[in-house]
Structures are given as C-alpha cells and as structure tokens.
C-alpha cells in the first residue's frame, strides 16, 4: 500500500464527497488526485463507493470499508 492510500484512510471522517476527501489532503488537482489516491485506494479495498453503480453521480460519497477502518486503528496505534 502506497504513503498516499494511508493517508487518505487517515482523513476519512464517515462518508465524504471526492472534494472533501482533496480538501482534507490539502490537495488541488482533481485528476491527479483521482489517478494517486482515490483509485489506489479503492482497488485495494480500503474505500467503497456509497453509489457503485453510479461513480460520477453528484451524491456519490465514500466511506472506509472494514479493512480501512482496522487500516487507521493500525496505522494511530503506530503514531502514538
């Protein structure tokens, strides 16, 4: 797993929007957003889509699956 999929595991917070996931990063580029951390993130099942069907809806939101969330108990155990 990739520094950048741990980090959006850390900013995760419930579901959230695309835009609040790149805000909480500090993060201004959309594509290279989607292409470091959102798909990474999403194939290794750490994230899911709250609409699979329809990715690019306007209320698509995503949300940490079980294995993100034991992801971010693991890595604040870690930080302290």
């Known amino acids: 797993m990739t520094r950048e999929v741990a980090r959006v595991v850390e900013a995760m917070r419930g579901e959230m929007k695309r835009i609040e996931i790149q805000e909480a990063l500090g993060l201004s580029d959309e594509d290279s957003f989607r292409k470091v951390y959102l798909l990474p993130a999403l194939d290794a099942g750490v994230m899911e889509m709250t609409i699979p069907d329809k990715p690019r809806s306007s209320k698509q939101r995503y949300r ?9 108990e693991n890595l604040a155990n ?3």
């Open 64 to 72: 940490l699956t079980a294995l993100g969330s034991a992801l971010r």
């Open 78 to 80: 870690k930080s302290g």
